[in-house]
């Protein structure tokens, strides 16, 4: 029970961390939580998040990636993994992602972002509008 209290206490930490753009302070809390749990999805997810708020996209999709073997069906690790392949320049890879996301989620905000982010980088600007404009509707 002591464990579970101090993986709390640290996510909740790390997570204020990255609200305050303490990316690299940030990851020392979910490592602590690693070394004791390593099951705990929103350690990986938010070492990811982390990581990819850093740039370190290749670092965030194995971060990412641990989350999903946890929990398939998390919009936001779909949603950020897409977003770290985006960052790779792999838009084809993150719109798979995207869509998984949408399946679970159709009004993610997030996700639709992610999907004219993708079609921008393909230089497809008309399927890219359509999704700014989902993005930007009020639902």
Request: overall charge positive; proline content about 3%; charged content about 35%.
């Amino acid at each position: 029970m002591f464990n579970k209290i101090k993986c709390f206490k640290w996510n909740e930490n790390g997570i204020k961390l990255i609200k305050e753009g303490k990316y690299e302070e940030a990851i020392e809390f979910f490592d602590k939580i690693l070394k004791i749990n390593q099951k705990h999805k929103w350690a990986w997810y938010n070492k990811g998040l982390a990581l990819l708020n850093l740039g370190r996209h290749d670092e965030a999709l194995e971060y990412f990636d641990k989350a999903l073997k946890i929990d398939p069906e998390d919009v936001d690790a779909l949603n950020n993994k897409g977003r770290s392949l985006s960052g790779l320049r792999k838009p084809e890879e993150a719109i798979k992602y995207h869509k998984k996301a949408l399946k679970i989620d159709p009004n993610n905000k997030g996700a639709a972002a992610g999907m004219g982010i993708a079609f921008t980088a393909m230089e497809k600007p008309e399927e890219a509008m359509k999704w700014y404009e989902k993005f930007m509707m009020d639902k």
